[in-house]
């Protein structure tokens, strides 16, 4: 069965770069599907941030748009999330998830909390 | 983007009753939506794809209807372990958008 799992910094400061991992097991990214970003706010608003596909090909939220990186590495079947200048709006429980081939999300880890506070 | 809203932002229903979540969105989705839940904790949980089907595991007391703009997720026969927050979201563009999300609460 596929499994997702965060990990990064837990507390970033105000205008530094917001850096995670997703590390999945028992699949392939580069096998099919997309590879997404999700946060959820404190209050629990959910924003989808944008994926990069088995092709490597990447789509952003454009609010994040000037943002955003999601890159991959392949060898380690690993993908990620990179967020410059972060604010402390950028507070949140990131998510990656793992769509179906349809775009909802099936597969999600289970999230990690990260606090931008100086 | 296509905004979603859950009009009712709490619900309170009787153990063993019925309830019905409603997401309407901005613009018309050609049933291109799911619903999660989610419980305090744990990540959102698929519950119904594609407006109405099911996900393997997913109690038969939660069906999903709907077409349009406007959708709705029932449950019937309310059990303790249904009590979390429920929300839509649209995949029929980018970027894809999440409603508010209802919590469902036990009278």
């Known amino acids: 069965d596929v499994q997702l799992q965060e990990s990064g910094p837990g507390l970033v400061k105000p205008s530094q770069s917001l850096s995670l991992t997703c590390t999945v097991t028992g699949y392939s990214i580069t096998s099919d599907y997309a590879w997404n970003w999700i946060r959820q706010f404190p209050g629990n608003k959910l924003e989808w941030m944008g994926y990069i596909s088995y092709s490597g090909s990447t789509s952003y939220n454009p609010s994040l748009k000037s943002r955003i990186s999601i890159t991959r590495d392949t060898s380690k079947n690993q993908f990620f999330l990179q967020l410059n200048s972060v604010t402390t709006e950028d507070t949140a429980t990131y998510y990656c998830a793992r769509t179906v081939g349809t775009p909802w999300f099936a597969y999600w880890g289970q999230g990690t909390l990260v606090t931008v506070s100086a | 983007d296509i905004q979603m809203t859950q009009s009712s932002s709490y619900l309170s229903v009787s153990l063993g009753g019925r309830v019905t979540i409603t997401c309407k969105a901005s613009?018309?989705?050609?049933?291109?939506l799911a619903w999660y839940q989610q419980k305090p904790g744990n990540a959102p949980r698929l519950l119904i794809s594609?407006?109405?089907s099911l996900e393997t595991g997913v109690p038969s007391r939660f069906s999903g209807s709907g077409s349009g703009k406007d959708y709705t997720l029932s449950i019937t026969s309310l059990q303790t372990e249904d009590v979390a927050t429920y929300y839509c979201q649209q995949y029929w563009s980018t970027p894809y958008t999440f409603g508010g999300g209802t919590k469902l609460e036990i009278k």
């Open positions: 613009d018309h989705i050609n049933n291109w």
């Open positions: 594609g407006a109405t």
